[in-house]
Every structure is written in structure tokens, then in C-alpha cells.
């Protein structure tokens, strides 16, 4: 599965952003899916997880209740829904197939990624 994240930007702490993640490949609708993010000057996060049909979403502690995941495997389509934004959310975002069994180094293939900035 390729992948190209998009809908980043800068908004101010409060405020919203809905980024996407346009997949290619036919496994698409059968694997499970993640958003992570790198802040400037740290290591890459797992931000939130999704199973293959939806079923099931899991979340990073620090964007519980904030962040929703969901997946639309029709359109090949992957999305994140950030709401109450806060200055620590700033980074850079980046889609990929989920690997349960697997740490955030061991992922070997990202894609460009797409930048969020908020100000406080």
C-alpha cells in the first residue's frame, strides 16, 4: 500500500484540522491503518490505530477524546479528525499500513507526510 497525506496546516490552539491519507493498492480494504506524527525535535509517535473494517480504533493517551480515526474503504481513503488542537500537536503526520507486533522504528517506508503547526 502507497500512501500521500494531505490536509495539514497551521491553526491556532483550539481549533481544527481534518487530514486524509489517499492509499493505493488492493489490500487497502484488508489491513489495519495509523496515523503517526514526529514533533519537531522528537522521535516518531503512534497517534492513533484503526482495525481493516473500522471495528476497532485505539488512541495515543495525549489525543483520546480529541482525535477520531476512520477509514472508508470504498474510496481507499484514510482520515484523522483532530479537534481542540493544542500547541504539543504540532509535527509532522504520516499514514501507514498498522503493524500490531511492530514498534514505531520498525516501520522502513513513509510517505511525505503533511505538516501541522498550532500556535498558542
Known amino acids: 500500500v502507497q500512501v500521500a497525506e494531505s490536509g495539514g496546516g497551521s491553526v491556532q490552539a483550539g481549533g481544527s484540522l481534518t487530514l486524509s491519507c489517499a492509499a493505493s493498492?488492493?489490500?487497502?480494504?484488508?489491513?489495519?491503518m495509523a496515523w503517526f506524527r514526529q514533533p519537531p525535535g522528537k522521535e516518531r509517535e503512534l497517534v492513533a490505530a484503526?482495525?481493516?473494517?473500522?471495528?476497532?480504533?485505539d488512541y495515543a493517551a495525549s489525543v483520546e477524546g480529541r482525535f477520531t480515526i476512520s477509514k472508508d474503504n470504498e474510496k481507499n481513503m484514510l482520515y484523522l479528525q483532530m479537534n481542540s488542537l493544542k500547541p504539543e500537536d504540532t509535527g509532522v503526520y504520516y499514514c501507514?499500513?498498522?503493524?500490531?507486533?511492530?514498534?514505531?522504528?520498525?516501520?522502513?517506508?513513509w510517505g511525505q507526510g503533511t505538516q501541522v503547526t498550532i500556535s498558542s
Open positions: 501507514s499500513v498498522y503493524y500490531t507486533s511492530y514498534s514505531v522504528q520498525q516501520y522502513e517506508s
Open positions: 484503526i482495525s481493516w473494517n473500522g471495528g476497532r480504533t
Open positions: 493498492g488492493e489490500s487497502f480494504s484488508e489491513e489495519s
